[in-house]
């Protein structure tokens, strides 16, 4: 029998696709999810619950317990904060504090769901891992998910955690249950209530699944 695989932010739209696939994979899949979050998207699935945020120690160590893959799947998208203190937060303190436990765990692999936007990205080339991104004229929010990424590479130089960065793209699908920004574009355009259209706009996208 394999060990369980743990998904942090299983009810976020990411999150609830990851503990989706492993379930139907036949994994024994665990949760972690805040006190009062909306669990619609995964509650058909049969799975472990853990409830608790990224700062909830105790239940973080209780769900790492035994586990060889989590997946971290929590990040604050909200880039029009005119304070960007609250991502800065969640997605690096926060990710730091998951870590710190995460290093003591005996895994055998960490998923750190990253960003598309913490990649070296240059019109007409293809980026690879050896492309570095230019912090000249980031974003609050890209600056917060470049930071995150470079922690977690910090932990597997530093502390041997055996850590993957996936950088993950614009996601669309079914299940968009919380209303991601690039969802609601597609949900006004859809009910037409989008009061503008879009053009020569390039962005990269892919399906959820």
């Not at 960007?84 to 003591?104: C, H, M, Q, S, Y």
């Not at 750190?112 to 974003?139: C, H, M, P, Q, W």
């Amino acid at each position: 029998v394999s060990a369980p695989k743990l998904v942090i932010g299983a009810n976020g739209y990411l999150g609830s696709h990851v503990t989706r696939q492993l379930v139907n994979d036949g994994h024994d899949v665990r949760v972690m999810v805040r006190d009062g979050a909306n669990t619609i998207g995964i509650d058909d699935l049969k799975v472990t619950r853990f409830v608790g945020d990224i700062w909830n120690n105790h239940a973080l160590r209780e769900a790492m317990a035994g586990c060889d893959d989590v997946y971290y799947c929590v990040v604050d998208t909200r880039g029009w904060l005119k304070d960007p203190a609250p991502l800065f937060r969640t997605n690096v303190e926060g990710t730091r504090n998951v870590l710190e436990i995460a290093k003591d765990a005996g895994l055998h692999r960490f998923i750190f769901t990253s960003s598309y936007v913490t990649v070296g990205r240059k019109r007409g080339f293809v980026a690879t891992e050896d492309d570095v991104i230019s912090n000249r004229g980031l974003t609050p929010y890209v600056r917060s998910r470049v930071q995150a990424e470079n922690l977690v590479m910090q932990y597997a130089y530093d502390h041997g955690l055996p850590a993957v960065a996936m950088c993950v793209s614009t996601t669309y699908g079914s299940g968009d249950w919380g209303r991601t920004p690039h969802g609601a574009i597609i949900a006004g355009a859809a009910f037409g209530k989008l009061p503008f259209v879009m053009k020569d706009i390039e962005l990269e996208a892919v399906g959820i699944d």
